[in-house]
Nanobody, 125 residues
């Protein structure tokens, strides 16, 4: 059974930092994994994706320079380090994985097969 389990969400103030984690189990291999988010009334969007084979990364323009995606292949875990968060970062953050070798570059939610249940991030003063 494939499981992706996110953790680390919560309530933070603007300008603060937060780190999300996603542990993958039951998936023998996957080439692309990433973070997606969905705010109320908005479509789900790609935040950042990473190639598990090369480590190459992709970021949405809105988070470049503030968020960093990383992976620990030995632990089947990826992270999203969020710095200088803004109220517009408020959303449910999802982790997703897929075997498509190039999906890390497109980082489009409709291409990803395996999803976690999401973790809420709220940025508010």
């Amino acid at each position: 059974q494939v499981q992706l389990v996110e953790s680390g969400g919560g309530l933070v103030q603007p300008g603060e930092s937060l780190r999300l984690s996603c542990v993958v189990s039951g998936l023998d291999f996957y080439y692309a994994i990433g973070w997606f988010r969905q705010a109320p009334g908005k479509e789900r969007e790609g935040v950042s994706c990473i190639s598990t084979s090369t480590g190459m990364t992709k970021y949405a323009d809105s988070v470049k320079g503030r968020f960093t995606i990383s992976r620990d292949n030995a632990k089947n875990t990826i992270y999203l380090q969020m710095k200088n968060v803004k109220p517009e970062d408020t959303a449910v953050y999802y982790c997703a994985a897929d075997r498509g070798p190039t999906y890390w570059d497109s980082c489009q939610n409709y291409e990803y097969t395996y999803w976690g249940q999401g973790t809420q991030v709220t940025v508010s003063s």
